[in-house]
Each structure stands twice: as C-alpha cells, then as structure tokens.
C-alpha cells in the first residue's frame, strides 16, 4: 500500500514539476506540507506525536519510490528531512524535545537538516573540529559544516560538536537541536554538479548560543547516535540507488525500442538488449541485497557488515547503470533536459556522502 502510494504521488505532484524546482534550485515548502498531510513524513516518528512508528523497510520503500522520480535532489532533501536528521530526535530527544519540534516536522512545516560533515571531516567523522562550550544555563558553538543538505531553506539543524575538547576521536561528542534563525548563524549556499533542487550549504556558528535543554541525547556520547542514524541513512541510500537504476532502464528499454536505426528499433540489436539484461541483473541483485539488510535491521539483528555492503555496492551499480543507459541514448543523452542526462549528474554523489565507497569496503574488511 506504501509503494503505490508514493509511487501515484511522485508521477502525479512531483515528476510534472521537478524540471522547474531544478532551474528555481530550490524545492517549494508546499510539496512538504502535501507529504506531511499524507502521512509520509511521519513514518519513523511515534504515533503519539504525529507519526505512524514504522521501521527500516518502510524507508527502504519510501527511499526507493522517490528515486523512481528520477530527481536525486528532491530525493536526497526529503530523505534527510525523514530518516537521517529528524529521527535523531525521536530516538534521542526528551519528551519536552518531542513535543516542541515533532508534530509540525511530521506535518511538513519545519524542515530539518543534519549538519555532521565538516571541511576536513567528512567520511572520517571522528575529525570533527566545530565545538561547544557550556556557558551558564547555554552552550556556546563556534565552528563550521559543510555539504549539509536542506541548511539554506530549512528550520532546524541536528549539530554535531565535540563537548569534550580534551578526548580523542570519537569520544567527547555531542548532539545538539539548533533554529537555523539562531544569531551567529551564516549560511552560504553551494554551487552543485547536480541535486540542483536541493539546497546545499556551508555553515558558519559564531558564538551560537542556544539553550542547555537543547543538548539531544547524552553528552559526550552523540558519535554513537550518529553511527545508529548512519546505519538507516545507508539503507536508504540502497533504496534510492534501487528506485534510480529501475527507472534509468524503464526509461531506456522504451527509448531503444523506439528509436529506429539500421533499419528496425534499436532494440532488435542483441547488444543492445543483452546491456539491458545485464544492467537489469545487476539492478536486481543490489536491490535484494539492501532489502536483505533493511530485513535485518528490522529484526534488531546487528548488521553493520551488510549495511556496510549495501553502501558500497549500490552506488557503484547505479553509476554503471546511468552511463550504460545515458549510452543507449546516444547523442539524446548528452542533452540538458533528458531525464539520464540528469541522472547521471545526480548520482555521482552517492559513491561519496554517506560513507564513501572505499570507507564502506574498510568497514567490510574488518568484519572478514
């Protein structure tokens, strides 16, 4: 019921418009209101604030059908939107941090963000350098983020510091619920290879002070909240790659088979079919691989070595599918305002956040 909800809401309120939110590079707050009122924006959230407390295959669905948009930018926010910034909330928060902020993120009216990467931290997140100093009945945060993806048109930014200027590593850091209207706040929007509708930004905090109750979780110990969140925003990185690959050979299979060349469809050529097949396969198998994963962490069973997998496998297939498919398309695919062209801009990320490709196979390696 899930997947053919979203799939009608993403053909009919989302694919007819996408086009312009990239020339606008910006998505309208509207299409977040629209989701909340139709309950997708509450999935990973409890009942009593909004939500409906499903788990990792529902984002495994939700993250899948909103790849078959072919729109990697929308995806991408309102996907940290639901499963990798505002979650962090529920699974940490105070029941006050619950009621303040929860319903209207659920309804679509507050947008939040997750600013961990930083200039010389991204994949490496022990590295993190932005700190934060109780002061009084405050904590002070100075520092910087980068790539933090709806930080320009959001509202509430989940801030990883380091709380602890003297422990090493992973150790001394925390979480913290931050108004992107704080004062001391800078934002800067980024120029992008794609995702153009998603707003991207570099975050400056300058003496940011925000209130002690916003601390999220247990100081010092906000690293392993954010390794918990890493493990569903990597699944549903598998599901967008999933959505994105099945779309890119729909959309392809139905351009050879209509383009006439040597005399007949395109698709009477066996090369032609058997890339196909062959990108087809190769979908498949990282799609079942992640729902695979997805199955486990529904479960409760410990799985960072497949999710690990997941992280690794699944961008790497969706960027040979893209350009394999972009190839059938010929000089067609080269095209600004083709749907591969795009997507194949779009993917190209997906190897890097998240965990990069050659930290994710490291992850693997240790668990052989």
Known sequence: MLREQVRRFVEKEVAPYGEQWE????????????????????????????????GPLASMVWAEELGRSTFGGFTSSVLVHTDMSAVHITLRG???????????????ETICSIAVTEPDAGSDVAGLKTRARRDGDSWLINGSKMFITN?????????????????????????????????????TKLDKHGWLCSDTAEI?????????????????????????????????????CAGESA??????????????????????????????ASLATKAAAARALAYHAAELVEAGKPCPREVSMVKALSPEVLHEVVHGCLQLHGGTGFMRGTPIE???????????????????????????
């Open 204 to 240: 400056a905090f300058q003496d940011v002070r925000i209130p002690a109750e916003n601390l999220l979780g247990e100081e010092n110990r906000g690293f392993y909240g954010i390794m918990e969140t890493f493990e569903n925003e990597r699944i549903c990185i598998g599901g967008i």
């Open 94 to 108: 105070t029941p006050e941090q619950k009621r303040t902020y929860l319903p209207a993120i659920i309804r679509g």
């Open 151 to 187: 930080a320009v048109y959001g509202d509430i930014l989940i801030v990883a510091a380091r709380t602890d200027p003297a422990a090493k590593g992973s150790r001394g850091i925390s979480l913290f619920i931050v108004e992107r209207t704080t004062p001391g706040i800078s934002v």
């Open 247 to 276: 779309k890119a050979i729909e959309l392809t299979t139905n351009y050879v088979k209509s383009r006439q060349a040597f005399g007949g469809p395109l698709w009477n050529q066996q090369a032609v079919r058997l890339k196909l």
């Open 23 to 54: 020339r606008d590079g910006k998505i309208p707050r509207e299409i977040y209101r629209r989701m909340g009122a139709l309950g997708f924006l509450g999935m990973r959230h409890e009942v009593e604030y909004g939500g409906t407390d499903m």
């Open 342 to 368: 795009r997507m194949v801009r779009d993917a190209r990320v997906l190897t890097i956040g998240g965990g990069a490709t050659e930290v994710m196979l490291e992850e693997v390696a240790k668990r052989m």
